[in-house]
């Protein structure tokens, strides 16, 4: 079955590169995603990955994908306390059903 | 442009009460998703809606969940009668296309029942 699976928590000091893990066990996900909740707001599609390239960076995020291992990572270069927040994991399936992680609640200290 | 809307963005009901949820979908907007995170697990996928027909509603957890979309635009999610293990975080999405990286989210509806 599906499964995706991340830590609960991260601290790291601002200024620091913040890197969330993640591991997944479908092979035939196609996509894999980050979304950030910020406390009081909703789910926001940080990036996302197709399950075929092994890089993506996007200004001071980049995505990093392990087909072989199943494991999927952000970096957050220079961690601002605006990053603070809970990052998602997920997988699609069937290119539209989403299967998520419990979240990383990213704290970040001063 | 009207971003993804729930009403309310919280709920207090007591066991074996009703409740409705809503869902306003971005205008344009055929495909619409429901999702829900239980206390701090993962969020897991409950039903997807293409124009009022539902496509796929693997996800619906038991038949006291029933949701409609009436006329393809805004979607409700009633729960009768409520349980405890029903509290959490209730998100909607939309998607003008069938694809999750086109998905756009709610800021979701806080559901505790006592």
């Known amino acids: 079955g599906e499964d995706v699976e991340q830590s609960l928590f991260l601290s790291v000091r601002e200024g620091d590169s913040s890197v969330i893990n993640c591991t997944y066990t479908?092979?035939?996900?196609?996509?894999l995603y980050w979304y950030k909740q910020e406390p009081g707001a909703g789910l926001q599609l940080l990036t996302y990955?197709?399950?075929n390239m092994d890089m993506k960076q996007d200004q001071r995020l980049t995505v990093l994908l392990n087909k072989k291992d199943k494991h999927l990572s952000l970096r957050i270069a220079d961690t601002q306390t605006g990053d603070s927040a809970i990052y998602f994991c997920?997988?699609?399936?069937?290119?539209?059903?989403?299967?998520w992680g419990a979240g990383t609640k990213l704290i970040i200290k001063p | 442009e009207a971003g993804v809307t729930q009403f309310p963005s919280h709920s207090v009901i007591e066991k074996g009460q009703t409740v409705t949820l809503r869902c306003d979908p971005i205008?344009?907007?055929?495909?619409l998703y429901w999702y829900r995170r239980v206390m701090g697990k993962e969020i897991k996928f409950l039903l997807h809606?293409?124009?009022?027909?539902?496509?796929?509603e693997s996800g619906m957890p038991n038949n006291r969940f029933l949701a409609e979309r009436t006329g393809g635009t805004y979607s409700t999610l009633k729960v009768q009668p409520a349980e405890l293990e029903d509290s959490g975080v209730y998100f909607c999405?939309?998607?003008?296309?069938?694809?999750?990286?086109?998905?756009?989210f709610g800021p979701g509806t806080r559901l505790t029942v006592t």
């Open positions: 999405a939309s998607s003008q296309v069938t694809g999750a990286y086109e998905q756009y």
């Open positions: 205008s344009g907007h055929d495909n």
């Open positions: 809606f293409v124009k009022e027909s539902k496509q796929d």
């Open positions: 479908d092979s035939s996900s196609t996509y």
């Open positions: 990955i197709f399950s």
């Open positions: 997920a997988e699609s399936i069937f290119n539209y059903q989403l299967i």
